[in-house]
């Protein structure tokens, strides 16, 4: 998406909405797991599921279908498979 602000926590967002110009859009997102080192400390093997490569199939495909008309909306990545 040209005009998007990366996320910021609810409140924060909200306050940002307000002085975006028409056509901008801010939003709280939630990517999902995706496979930092970290998590493979956590999830050992496991962790292979949780691709960034795998994650961007489905969050591409959401992330374009958002509009000026989900200012402010929580917005998660959907379960795999999920997008119509």
């Known amino acids: 998406?040209?005009?998007f602000v990366p996320s910021l926590p609810?409140?924060?967002t909200?306050?940002?909405a307000w002085e975006l110009p028409s056509g901008?859009?801010?939003m709280p997102f939630n990517s999902g797991i995706i496979?930092?080192?970290i998590l493979q400390?956590?999830?050992a093997g496991g962790a292979v599921n949780y691709s960034p490569a795998r994650m961007a199939?489905?969050?591409v495909p959401f992330l374009s279908k958002i509009n000026p008309a989900n200012n402010?909306?929580?917005l998660t990545v959907p379960i795999r498979g999920a997008l119509g």
């Open 35 to 37: 496979n930092p080192a």
């Open 10 to 12: 609810r409140p924060l």
């Open 72 to 74: 402010v909306e929580q």
């Open 14 to 16: 909200q306050a940002v």
């Open 41 to 43: 400390s956590c999830f």
């Open 24 to 26: 901008i859009a801010a």
């Open 1 to 3: 998406m040209k005009n």
């Open 57 to 59: 199939k489905t969050a």
